[in-house]
């Protein structure tokens, strides 16, 4: 990389433009407030008092409450209609209590205490972490005991609402959350203080940013990456000294580094466009024949051959997708998965009712006002399945392929192929050939489902692809919420430790591995590691590392059935040496890590 690129990285409009947007001034990014739960829990509490000084009164109580009606997982609730009855009175009354401790030493993030309506809300909140073993049982018994006379409902909020342990707790997430600050942004503009909406306004951004990523500024990110592909590649590695203590370099391209690293770190990140690269991949590999697609950042989509026949029928809205009346379009779920969608668009009322009901004739369903005229849009399939690495283009296309060939979806392709033709759609059940997994990995994949279930660990703590399992146990989120996530996508989760195995054709290998959380607190970490007795390697303990391996093992399956296949997984996780570690990660978060801010 010559001076020359900087100048011409630095001169290009697009760059400055995105430089100015990644580089927008936020109270709460300064305080580094998205990587604490805790000081999440801070700002709720204030919001949810009607007494503190924001001047919402009890607007942003009641709107929680309203959602907790809204959220439909919550319907089977016994509490549900309950909830829906407090709306019918004034929530002025209510307190709002932080870190209320139990009999049992533990803490419940928020306790809202209402003594006229005899109510206690109790809030679990999980930014990062999950629940720890009976944590919420034990919130529930705590509040019982002590508020003998009042209604409990007890709420457990999540990033995407993963469901709770107690069937007795409402679901809550922080897109909710977001979703009412945006309200309260609309609808209180002129009657909040300067600085109380200013404040409101940053929590709102950040949020934002965790679940509504700005599709233009990925769109400006891919155009530089690509326009500046080597000088930004280049720019990203070397960035990861700056974290060095007290790095110093003089000159110019140490002064670049340093006044762009944010908008190079956003760009490597999101301009490497790995959904895009990775369907492009998809498209060679599956496709011998033409196909209609475009591989767009975010959504890319395609219409299969077999479906050209949705030609003739006239599309009334020109600019749906590919213009055409059918379309498949893989995304990126909010916990990380690789979801594909086939939907049928906007076409003339007649050939859509006929293309419905020929295809409840084959077996599927649909919601009557799909069937209605003002109805435009009807996704008629969705299937996700679990991709570990999200930097892997070669995991990424192969999920896309499973996706597409799965026996459900290669059967509807040809049903449709015939409704089509105007061929009477034949029911049949899909041939062995187009398996996605062959049996030996399915029986694998089964029995670490029901090994994770005797170690009590829950859906949300694991994956599950055609080659790779991962999990992760309570002590990796509370490494996470003290250390933040990692500088770079990495697996599902993106945190500091995740075990993951690789399913090989006669045994599974299996590892405990650190990841690129930030390179100071990188640092530290192993160094501290190390000094516990951890065996680290020397190019570990450098700020340019990313990914260590701590621990690893190989064991055969050959000829294993699934109670084998379970004591294998036992095995792996009850090595000594392995235990030994744990230990010593767990007196290393006692002793240095929870002090850490």
């Known amino acids: 990389m010559e001076i020359r690129d900087l100048f011409d990285l630095e001169n290009d409009t697009i760059f400055q433009q995105l430089n100015q947007q990644v580089n927008s001034f936020n109270t709460l990014k ?7 739960e805790i000081r999440h829990s801070n700002v709720l509490a204030w919001l949810l008092s009607p007494k503190e000084n924001h001047g919402l009164r009890d607007y942003f109580l009641r709107k929680m409450v309203e959602h907790l009606i809204l959220i439909e997982e919550n319907t089977p609730n016994s509490k549900y209609e309950v909830v829906g009855e407090i709306l019918n009175h004034s929530l002025m009354d209510s307190h709002v209590y932080r870190e209320v401790k ?20 109790l809030i679990e909140n999980k930014f990062y972490t999950t629940e720890s073993t009976n944590q919420l049982d034990d919130y529930l018994d705590f509040i019982k005991q002590n508020f003998k006379d009042f209604m409990v409902i007890p709420i457990y909020l999540t990033l995407n609402g993963e469901k709770p342990s107690n069937h007795q707790y409402f679901i809550l997430t922080y897109e909710r959350i977001e979703s009412i ?23 709102d951004r950040l949020l934002e940013e965790r679940f509504y990523p700005n599709q233009e500024q990925i769109l400006q990110a891919i155009d530089i990456y690509r326009n500046h592909k080597q000088t930004i590649e280049e720019l990203f590695t070397e960035a990861e ?85 059918l379309v498949v379009w893989f995304e990126q779920t909010k916990d990380s998965r690789l979801r594909m969608i086939a939907e049928i668009g906007p076409i003339e009322y007649k050939e859509r009712l006929a293309l419905i009901e020929q295809l409840e004739k084959v077996g599927l369903s649909f919601k ?17 399945i ?48 187009i398996e996605s997994l062959n049996e030996s990995r399915i029986q694998v994949q089964r029995a670490f489902r029901c090994w994770l279930e005797t170690r009590n660990i829950p859906e949300g703590n694991y994956r599950v692809s055609s080659r790779h399992l991962s999990f992760k146990i309570p002590l990796f989120d509370a490494y996470k919420e003290k250390l933040g996530e990692t500088r770079e996508k990495w697996w599902w989760d993106n945190g500091p430790f995740l ?78 040496e392995l235990q030994e570690i744990l230990q010593k990660l767990e007196k290393l978060y006692d002793e240095v890590v929870i002090n850490m801010d």
């Open 30 to 36: 300064i305080l580094k407030l998205e990587n604490h």
């Open 499 to 576: 075990f993951w195995m690789d399913i090989r054709s006669d045994s599974i290998y299996f590892t405990l591995e650190v990841g690129p959380i930030e390179a100071d607190k990188r640092v530290m970490l192993m160094e501290h590691m190390k000094a516990k007795g951890i065996r680290i390697t020397k190019k570990g303990l450098s700020p340019e590392a990313k990914f260590n391996r701590i621990h690893s093992e190989t064991l055969s399956i050959q000829c294993l059935d699934e109670r084998g296949m379970i004591q294998t997984f036992n095995t792996f996780y009850e090595n000594k």
């Open 368 to 384: 009557e006002g799909s069937k209605l005229e003002k109805a435009r849009y009807t996704r008629f399939f969705s299937q996700k």
């Open 386 to 433: 679990d991709v570990n690495k999200w930097d892997d283009m070669s995991e990424i296309s192969q999920a896309m392929l499973e996706l597409y060939n799965n026996p459900e979806f290669t059967l509807l392709r040809k049903q449709l192929a015939e409704i089509l033709e105007s061929e009477s759609p034949r029911m049949e059940e899909p041939p062995a050939i």
């Open 241 to 325: 000294s700056l974290y060095k203590p007290l790095y110093f370099e003089s000159g110019y391209r140490f002064e670049f580094m340093m006044k762009y690293k944010n908008t190079i770190q956003y760009i490597y990140k999101h301009g490497q466009n790995i959904l895009s690269y990775s369907f492009e991949q998809f498209i060679k590999q599956q496709f011998d024949e033409e196909v209609l697609f475009k591989a767009h950042p975010t959504l890319p989509y395609l219409l299969p051959p077999e479906w050209n026949g949705i030609s003739r029928v006239h599309v009334k809205d020109p600019y749906y997708w590919l213009g055409k009346g």
């Open 102 to 121: 139990t009999n049992n030493n533990r803490y419940i993030d928020l306790l809202i205490l209402n003594q006229p309506l005899k109510t206690v809300f």
């Open 181 to 203: 600050l945006n309200t309260v942004l609309m609808l209180y503009k002129d009657q909040l203080s300067d600085d109380v909406y200013k404040f409101i306004e940053h929590y």
